[in-house]
C-alpha cells in the first residue's frame, strides 16, 4: 500500500529550542493521525520534536520556513553532521535576516542554512509576509532537506522521478524529490502523489524526520557495487553490493519485486542487466530495499544485454535476429516470460509487434538478454536459446566496421570484424567520404583499396546504402581517449576512482597488465608500472589528476598522471573543471546551473580563430548550441533565460571559473509556430515572452497523432499553432506536438459505462475508432495498454465507465478509466492492490488504504486477507475508482 507523505523537518517545538512541552507519553491527540502516532513519539523519544504545554501535539498543524530551518539544523546536530565552519555565522547574515523581518528565535539556524548552502538568499523572501511567518511547502522543504543531505548523498537530474502529479514540482526541487525518494525519506499519497505545492504539517514533517534520523545514524549508504550476482534460472537473483561506507547488503530480487531503472530513471530494465562491477543506488523504505539505479554509463541501454544487433522479424515466437558484431544471423526461441522495452518504457509483445512493423523501413536496434536449454527438437537433443528480455530503439541508420574485399566507385564489399560475414553496400547520392580524418573523394578511396589491405567504418541507411565511408590502412578499434583532466580520488587494482562532472567515478582497467601507466616526471611522461603510479597517487601531498584512454567495453587502456602544480605543462590546461546540468540563467556575463550555487564567468568571445605554433588554424573557446541554426553568445543567452525552453550545458573552465568550452543544447520548449521547413530541417518558434528560435530538427519528426504530420505543419494552416516540442540527445527536435490549432479545436469529450462494438469502443450509446496512439490512464489499475482495456471492457464480471477525449475525426484521442465493480475469485491482497480471478482473466486493482480497507471488510489484521482466498467476491469501488470494500 503507498502510504502517505513522509516528508520531515518537523515544526516548531525542536528539542531544546522552545521551553515547556509536553513529552511522547502524554499527548492526547495524535490518535487522529492513526498512520503517523508511532512515529510521533519515536520522535519525542529521540528528542528531535516536541509537544505543546497543553498535552498535545497538533499533528495537522502546518510547518513554517522557519521551523523548519530550526528541525534541520537540530536533525543535522543529533546525528552529528553538522557543517563546524557554518556554525556561529549569524553576524555574517544579522542585516539580511532582520532585512526580511526573520523571527529572533531562529536566526542563528537560519544563518547556518545560509552558510552550509542549504538555504539561498533568493529563499528568504518566503519566510514572512508583512512580518508575519508563512507556512512551508512540500517542495520547498524538500529542497531544503535535499541540500543538507547533499554533502552525503549523489544529486542527479530527477528526470525519474514517477509521482503522478510529477509536472506540477519545480525544476530547482526535481533532484532533491528524486534523492529522498531513492533514500526512502519521503513517498506519495493514496493517490501517488506528492502535491508539491501544499503546505507541510507536523505529522509529515515527523514521519520523515525520524527515517532520517535513522538513515544518518545508521550510516546506511545508498550507493555501492555489485560484486557477486547469482541467477536462479531467470526466477530471481542472489546480489551481493558493497555499499560505499563498507557494508554490505545481501538481497534475493526478482522482476516482480523490485525495478531496475537507468541512472536518471529515464528507462525501465530488467534485472538480469545487472551484473558484477556495476555501480548502483539503493533506494530504501525503512531497511527494505524497493527499487535499483544502475549509475554505469553505458553507450546504449542495449549495451547491457547479451546479444545486440537488429531485428529481421519478430513473429510465430521467434526472433530473426542480424548480431551488430559479427553480421552473422539467428533465430532464438522467445521465453513465454519475455520482457519487452521499447526506448525506456516496458511495453507488450503486440505494441512492440507493432511498432517494428510500423518501422519496415528503419532498422529496429535490440539487445537480447537470453537463456540456454538443453532439449530434444525432431528427436535430438541439442541447445536451444530462449529470450528473456528484449530492448529495441528505431533507428534510422547503423554503423559497421570491416575489411574491404572491394571497393569500385558505386558500391563497398567488406568483411565485418570480427566474423567472416561479407557484406556489399551502394553509395547514397550524397555519400561522404573520408580518409582518416580528411575529407576525400570517392577516386581517393578506389585508389587507396587498390594498394592493399584496407578497413572501413561504414553507415548505412534506412534504404541499405552507405550515407559516409570512413577509410584507414588502420583497423578500426572501439577506441576513445577523454581529452578531459579530471582529479584522481582513489586507484585499487581493478579501477582508477575520479572526479567527473561534480560526481565520483570509477573506470575498470578490465586487467591492470593490459593498461599502460605514465607519470609527469622531469618535464616529460615516463611510463610506469602500477605499483609505481599507485605510490605516486598514495604517496603526493597535492592533488593528482588524470588523463584516460579507453579501449573496447569502456576498458582503460591508458592512464596520464601529473600533479596539481605539473598539470598545465602536462596536459596543456589549468584547473579544468566539467559540469553539466540543466541552465537557470546567463546574466551580466554570469553563467549559472540549477543545481549549482556556483556562478561562472563567460568570455567576451567564443570561436575565435587563430594559429598554432606551426601555422594550423585552431579554434579557441569553442561554443556549441546542438539545438540553434545560429551559434553564438546572443542566441546562448536568450535561451537560457527564457522560461519557455530548458537548456541542458556541458561546460569546461579554468581555475578561474571561466568558462573556456560550452556544448549546449535544449531540452524541452513550447511556443507559437511561426514557420517550419521540412527540407532545410528548421523551425521557427516564438515563446510566449517574444524570443524567436531557429531550431533544428530531425529528417522527419515525430507528432502525437495521426491526424497531421510533419509535413501537414509546413502548411500554413499550422502556423500561429501552439506547440510544445521534444528534442533528441544531439539537440534537435525529434517530435512536435501541436496543442492548440484548428486540429483539436473542436475535440468533444464522452463519458459513460463502456462497451465494445466490434473494433470500435461504444461510449453512453455511441462508437468511437480508437487513434493508434490512444493513452489510457486509470487510478482503478496499472494497466495502460489499448488491448488490455479492451480485454477489461469486454470482460462481463467488470463494469467500466470511462472518460474520453474524442477527435473531429470521431477517434477516441485520451482515455481515463474507472472502474464501477467486478467480481471474481479473491486471490490475494498486496502492498495496496487487490487480485481477483474471473473467468476471462486475472485482474490486479488499486484499493483505498490498508487500515481503511480493513476497517470497511470488518478485519481486524492483514491476515485475514489470506483467509478470502479461493473465495468469490464483489468489489465495491469509491468514486476515486479505488476499492473500498469487498
Known amino acids: 500500500m503507498k502510504r502517505k507523505m513522509a516528508m520531515a523537518l518537523a515544526a516548531v517545538l525542536v528539542a531544546g529550542s522552545l521551553p515547556a512541552t509536553a513529552s511522547a507519553a502524554t499527548f492526547t491527540d495524535i490518535n487522529e493521525v492513526s498512520w503517523a502516532s508511532s512515529t510521533i513519539q519515536a520522535v519525542s ?48 547574515y544579522q542585516s539580511v535576516l532582520n532585512t526580511y523581518k526573520i523571527p529572533t528565535w531562529s536566526q542563528s539556524t537560519v544563518a547556518y542554512g545560509l552558510s552550509a548552502q542549504i538555504l539561498m538568499a533568493a529563499d528568504l523572501p518566503k519566510f514572512t509576509t508583512n512580518g508575519v511567518s508563512n507556512p512551508a511547502t512540500r517542495q520547498d522543504v524538500a529542497v531544503m532537506f535535499g541540500r543538507a543531505l547533499s554533502a552525503k ?123 558484477k562491477g556495476d555501480k548502483v543506488s539503493l533506494v530504501f523504505d525503512g531497511l527494505v530495499i524497493t527499487k535499483i539505479y544502475l549509475l554505469n554509463e553505458e553507450a546504449s541501454a542495449q549495451a547491457k544485454y547479451d546479444v545486440t544487433g537488429y531485428i529481421y522479424s519478430l513473429k510465430n515466437n521467434e526472433v530473426n535476429f542480424e548480431s551488430e558484431n559479427t553480421g552473422e544471423t539467428a533465430k532464438y526461441k522467445i521465453d513465454d516470460n519475455c520482457t519487452y522495452y521499447l526506448d525506456g518504457k516496458k511495453v507488450t509483445r503486440k505494441e512492440l509487434e507493432n511498432t ?156 591492470k597488465k593490459d593498461v599502460a601507466f605514465y607519470k609527469w616526471s622531469n618535464k616529460r611522461f615516463e611510463e610506469v608500472d602500477f605499483d609505481d603510479a599507485e605510490e605516486f597517487y598514495d604517496k603526493s601531498d597535492d592533488d593528482v589528476y588524470a588523463r584516460i584512454g579507453f579501449r573496447d567495453g569502456k576498458k582503460v587502456s591508458s592512464v596520464y598522471l601529473a600533479k596539481e602544480d605539473d598539470k598545465e605543462a602536462a596536459f596543456g590546461e589549468a584547473g579544468a573543471t566539467e559540469r553539466k546540468g540543466t541552465v537557470e540563467y546567463i546574466k551580466n556575463g554570469k553563467f549559472k546551473f540549477k543545481t549549482s550555487s556556483t556562478e561562472y564567468t563567460l568570455l567576451n568571445a567564443y570561436n575565435v580563430k587563430t594559429e598554432d605554433k606551426n601555422g594550423n588554424e585552431i579554434t579557441k573557446y569553442p561554443l556549441k548550441i546542438g539545438s540553434a541554426v545560429t551559434e553564438s553568445l546572443t542566441v546562448l543567452t536568450r535561451m537560457a533565460n527564457c522560461d519557455d525552453v530548458t537548456l541542458y550545458a556541458e561546460i569546461r573552465a579554468n581555475d578561474r571559473n571561466e568558462i573556456t568550452r560550452i556544448d549546449a543544447r535544449l531540452t524541452a520548449a513550447e511556443g507559437k509556430l511561426v514557420e517550419y521547413n521540412k527540407k532545410d530541417k528548421e523551425l521557427t518558434l516564438e515563446t510566449p515572452d517574444g524570443s524567436q528560435f531557429k531550431l533544428k530538427t530531425v529528417s522527419n519528426p515525430k507528432t502525437d497523432s495521426d491526424d497531421y504530420t510533419a509535413e501537414d505543419l509546413e502548411t500554413t494552416g499550422y502556423r500561429g499553432s501552439s506547440v510544445e516540442l521534444e528534442f533528441n540527445n544531439d539537440g534537435e527536435i525529434s517530435k512536435i506536438i501541436v496543442t492548440d490549432s484548428s486540429y483539436n479545436s473542436g475535440t468533444k469529450r464522452a463519458k459513460g459505462v463502456a462497451s465494445l462494438d466490434g473494433s470500435k469502443i461504444k461510449i453512453d450509446g455511441k462508437s468511437y475508432s480508437w487513434d493508434s496512439k490512444t493513452s489510457v490512464s486509470s487510478n482503478s489499475f496499472s494497466y495502460s495498454s489499448k488491448s488490455t482495456l479492451e480485454t477489461m471492457i469486454s470482460d462481463p464480471d467488470v463494469e467500466v465507465y470511462v472518460e474520453a477525449t474524442i477527435s473531429d475525426k470521431d477517434k477516441v484521442e485520451r482515455i481515463n478509466a474507472k472502474v464501477k465493480s467486478a467480481k471474481g475469485e479473491f486471490v490475494e491482497y498486496d502492498n495496496g492492490s487487490v487480485t481477483i480471478e474471473t473467468d476471462k482473466k486475472s485482474w490486479v486493482f488499486n484499493t483505498v488504504s490498508k487500515n481503511t480497507l480493513l476497517k470497511n471488510c470488518g478485519l481486524d489484521d492483514e491476515r485475514d486477507f489470506e483467509k478470502k482466498a479461493g473465495k468469490n467476491v464483489t468489489l465495491e469501488f469509491n468514486s476515486d475508482g479505488l476499492v473500498e470494500e469487498f
Not at 513554517?64 to 556554525?87: Q, R
Not at 503546505?199 to 527515517?211: G, H, L, S
Not at 545514524?217 to 542472489?238: F, S
Not at 534506412?462 to 578531459?484: L, P
Open 356 to 511: 517494428i512493423n510500423d518501422n519496415s523501413d528503419k532498422y529496429a536496434y535490440a539487445g537480447l538478454m537470453t537463456r540456454t536449454e538443453n532439449e530434444k527438437v525432431n528427436g535430438k537433443r541439442q541447445d536451444v536459446t530462449y529470450v528473456t528480455a528484449m530492448y529495441v530503439t528505431i533507428m534510422d541508420e547503423y554503423t559497421h566496421t570491416g575489411e574491404v574485399t572491394d571497393f569500385s566507385s558505386s558500391s563497398v564489399s567488406y568483411k565485418m570484424s570480427g566474423s567472416n560475414a561479407n557484406k556489399n553496400a551502394k553509395f547514397a547520392s550524397d555519400c561522404k567520404f573520408y580518409i582518416g580524418d580528411k575529407k576525400s573523394d570517392v577516386k581517393d578511396l578506389e585508389k587507396l583499396a587498390d594498394s592493399g589491405t584496407t578497413y572501413i567504418k561504414i553507415t548505412v541507411n534506412k534504404d541499405g546504402k552507405a550515407t559516409k565511408i570512413i577509410m584507414s590502412e588502420d583497423k578500426f578499434q572501439d577506441t576513445s581517449t577523454v581529452n578531459a583532466t579530471y582529479r584522481v580520488k582513489g586507484m585499487t587494482d581493478d579501477y582508477i576512482r575520479v572526479m567527473e562532472g561534480g560526481e565520483s567515478v570509477e573506470y575498470y582497467f578490465g586487467s
Open 45 to 92: 523519544d529521540k528528542g528531535l520534536i516536541n509537544g505543546y504545554e497543553d498535552g498535545t501535539f497538533r499533528a495537522k498543524n502546518n510547518v513554517t520556513y522557519s521551523e523548519a530551518m530550526v528541525m534541520i539544523y537540530n536533525l543535522m546536530d543529533k546525528t552529528g553532521n553538522l557543517k563546524a565552519s557554518a556554525t556561529n555565522t549569524l553576524p555574517m
Open 153 to 275: 548523498y549523489d544529486i542527479y537530474a530527477g528526470t525519474g522521478v514517477k509521482y503522478n502529479d510529477v509536472w506540477r514540482i519545480s525544476d530547482e526541487a526535481m533532484p532533491y524529490v528524486d534523492l529522498l525518494t531513492r533514500l526512502g525519506v519521503v513517498s506519495g499519497d493514496d493517490n501517488g502523489n506528492f502535491n508539491p505545492t501544499a503546505n507541510i504539517t507536523r505529522a509529515e514533517m515527523a514521519v520523515m524526520m525520524n527515517k532520517t534520523y535513522d538513515l544518518l545514524t545508521n550510516e546506511l549508504a545508498n550507493t555501492g557495487e555489485i560484486t557477486e550476482i547469482v541467477n536462479h534460472d531467470g526466477d530471481y537473483y542472489d546480489i551481493d553490493v558493497k555499499m560505499d561506507n563498507g557494508e554490505r547488503q545481501r538481497i534475493s530480487v526478482s522482476d516482480k519485486n523490485i525495478s531496475v531503472y537507468s541512472k536518471d530513471g529515464s528507462r525501465e530494465m530488467p534485472i538480469s542487466s545487472l551484473s
